[in-house]
């Protein structure tokens, strides 16, 4: 039996993290449980972020504040007896409990999301007035990535869009930019929708398959609705497996329309460059990582923020006349299945975004934000794109059930930060305490009426643009009936390793299915992009490759589509360095720091945990041959023991020398460490014997991107210089 205390005790100052013996203080917040500062709905500072840790007081009290003796033990009539239904902490505490959850995200359950700053460059000044956008103007910002078919426990490197959404706090009230990693989508007008969303989801019957897109009733819809093509192609593209958010482009997607401080309008799309490159994962690679760590994207996205490798992106937008017509050299501009490729239109940088705190709270912060396309400032208008109309009326809606009313505006992460004078009151969840007697206008109560704003004192005005007389009707335009020359664009702009992982999803994802009426005609829409990726997937497949059923459009590639090709900073990504007890640990030592010192994550993995060698210097074991997998990794060192070559590497029952094959001896989780990293064309160094392994492995010392190092810094030089293409791209298509 528990004994109440004696009240009134006072609290100690707080001297360890272990369980309490007596009551004391909480402990002081650590650095990343501060936040940005979030402002109440009349602009005021809230105290509801002022108390960032579990603790509040030195008492555990119940939710009235009533300090409490007992938490673990139901109120029974005697030891063995019956629970009593006068418990009323065992009711508080159960009830709440059954209420934790709210609706998931109907798409786009799983994220991520972080706190950030944006810095305008001013470079838009000349298109739009937004006051976010002017020189050296700092505005905080939190994003949200996202999956859009998994459920919110579901794994983050399936093959999917992903959500990239921007919240701007800006001083004229929010901003969002909710866009994704592909610049087109599935549906040209929002009343479809629920169609793809529908289709994409698990099977209503058995709820499966869960986060994929490979099964029956996505690839009915999208091989009977063609405008959806352009997105499955970037989907069945590397762009579908990201290898890190931080490693993602951005789309606004839609042509928005921009106001300068004349009034004068130009119609722009907003792009997110990553400073890391844009980069992703081979499919084998996503697939062993939904196993080993299905929080691969969220884990790098947190881990990089704690470690200070702040990632960044420049916000960019490429520019078109604001025409009647809205095209740009023949393409439509409010048809959301088309890009204006950069070699047209150049992606001009207007700010840069960097992502400096995790959220403290992943419930309150990255679960309740709330997202809206309609949370404009003045300076940047909407389009008639249709989809972008639907979205407008979706998303305020969508909280309303999601979050439980209709004050979702007043949850601290999504309160504006411009000062908020608005007569909505009362509701579900109403938390301000409005004063006065006259909520609304026109009034003569309460001082007066609040002054409405013109343009020049920063109102929201809509731009005046000419509606064309017609008559009302169910239908698209002419225009947005070619389905087939964008998605023949992209895969055009293609590089030959990047056709064959298009190829290979194709091939997986059509095979997949279980009807053969949508395997062809899944292949019919493939051959009105290219008879080449056609005839290759039916060949896969194992069908008859189709005739195309319209002209193969004439068109040019856009190379800037590509990822393949380029260089980019090498800073923040990960290698494994593989060392056993004995080896050569001054050559991992050196290859650590020089790792550190070219701005790269080393992770020691060792047989087992602990350190190697504890009389020495000792080397921390950050990953164990059980708990490493090479997915974690953008390169691999391997350090032998220069006198005992591979045999070093034994598994537990081989005896040293026992290399009657040299595979046989060795531990297989290093040989599958290495052939996998060899397989998914990434860097491999060893040294001091350790390429004994290598060829246990099956890996050819000659082959591009494996070297046989003299040091453990030379090692890591070599594959320092390889990291900036991502990966040893001409071992491929072999490879994967
Ligand atoms: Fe959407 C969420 C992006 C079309 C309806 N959408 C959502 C999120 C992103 C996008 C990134 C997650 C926001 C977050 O992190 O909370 N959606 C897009 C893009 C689209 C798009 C780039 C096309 C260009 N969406 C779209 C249409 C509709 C919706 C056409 C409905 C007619 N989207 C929603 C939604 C969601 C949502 C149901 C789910 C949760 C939420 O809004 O807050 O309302």
Partial sequence: MTTPPTPGAPAPE???????????????????????????????????????????????????????????????????????????????????????????????????AAHGVFRGYGTAAGVCRAAFLGKDVETPVFVRFSTVLGSRGSADTVRDTRGFAT??????????????????????????????????K???????????????????????????????????????????????????????????????????????????????????????????????????????IEAGAYPQWELGIQTF?????????????????????????????????????????????????????????????????????????????????????????????????????????????????HRGVAPYRPNSLDGGCPFLAGADTGAYVETPVQVPAAKKVREAPVSFADHFSQPRLFWLSMSPVEREHIIGAYTFELGKCYEQAIKERGLRVLANIDSELCRRVAEGLGLPAPEPTVPLAEVAPSPALSQVGRTWPAQGRIVGI?????????????????????????????????????????????????????????ALLLAGVPERGADAYGARDAKAGDAATAARGIDPRVLLMVSETFRHAKAIAAWAGADGVLQAAGVPLDAPGVAVAESGERALAEVLTLLPAHRVWERFPAAL
């Fill in 14 to 112: 707080p001297s360890s993290v272990d369980e309490p013996t007596e009551a004391r203080a909480p402990l002081p917040p650590k650095p990343d449980q501060t936040g940005p500062e979030t402002v109440s709905p009349t602009g005021q500072p809230t105290g509801a972020d002022q108390a960032r840790v579990a603790q509040s007081g030195a008492y555990l009290t119940t939710a009235q504040g009533t300090r409490l003796y007992d938490t673990d033990h139901s109120l029974k009539a005697g030891a063995r007896g019956p629970v009593l239904l006068q418990d009323h902490h065992l009711r508080e505490k159960i009830t709440h409990f059954d209420h934790e959850r709210i609706p998931e995200r109907v798409v786009h359950a799983r994220g991520a």
């Fill in 167 to 200: 919240k701007f706090y800006t001083s004229e009230g929010t901003f969002d930019l909710v866009g994704n990693n592909i610049p087109v989508f599935f549906v040209q007008d929002a009343i479809k929708f629920p169609d793809i969303v529908h289709a994409g």
């Fill in 321 to 433: 006349p604001d025409t009647p017509e809205q095209t740009f050299e023949g393409i439509d501009l409010l048809d959301p299945t088309n890009i204006v490729p950069e070699e047209l239109a150049p992606v001009q940088p207007i700010g840069l975004l960097t992502l400096n705190a995790n959220p403290s709270n992943f419930f309150a912060e990255t679960e309740q934000v709330a997202f809206h396309p309609g949370h404009l400032v003045p300076g940047i208008d909407i389009t008639d794109d249709p989809l972008l109309s639907g979205r407008l009326f979706s998303y305020l809606d969508t909280q309303i059930s999601r979050l439980g009313g209709p004050n979702f505006a007043q949850i601290p992460i999504n309160r504006p930060h411009a000062p908020v004078n608005d007569m909505l009151r009362d509701g579900m969840h109403q938390t301000a305490v």
């Fill in 202 to 304: 698990p099977h209503p019957d058995r709820e499966i398959p869960q986060a994929q897109s490979a099964h029956d009733t996505f690839w009915d819809f999208v091989t009977l609705h063609t405008e959806a093509t352009h997105h499955t192609l970037w989907n069945m593209s590397d762009r579908g497996i990201p290898r890190s958010y931080r490693m993602m482009e951005g789309f606004g997607v839609h042509t928005f329309r921009l106001v300068d401080a004349d009034g004068g309008t130009t119609l722009a799309k907003f792009h997110w460059k990553p400073k890391l490159g844009v980069h992703s994962l081979v499919w084998e690679e996503a697939q062993i990582i939904n196993g080993v760590d299905p929080d691969f994207h969220r884990r790098d996205l947190a881990d990089a």
């Fill in 578 to 634: 593989v060392a056993v007890p004995g080896g050569d640990l001054d050559g991992v030592r050196a290859a650590r720091s020089a790792a550190l010192e070219a701005g790269l994550v080393p992770l020691v993995v060792a047989p087992t945990g602990g350190v190697l060698d504890a009389d020495g210097e000792p080397i921390t074991v950050q990953r164990t041959f059980v708990t490493a997998r090479s997915t974690e990794f953008d």
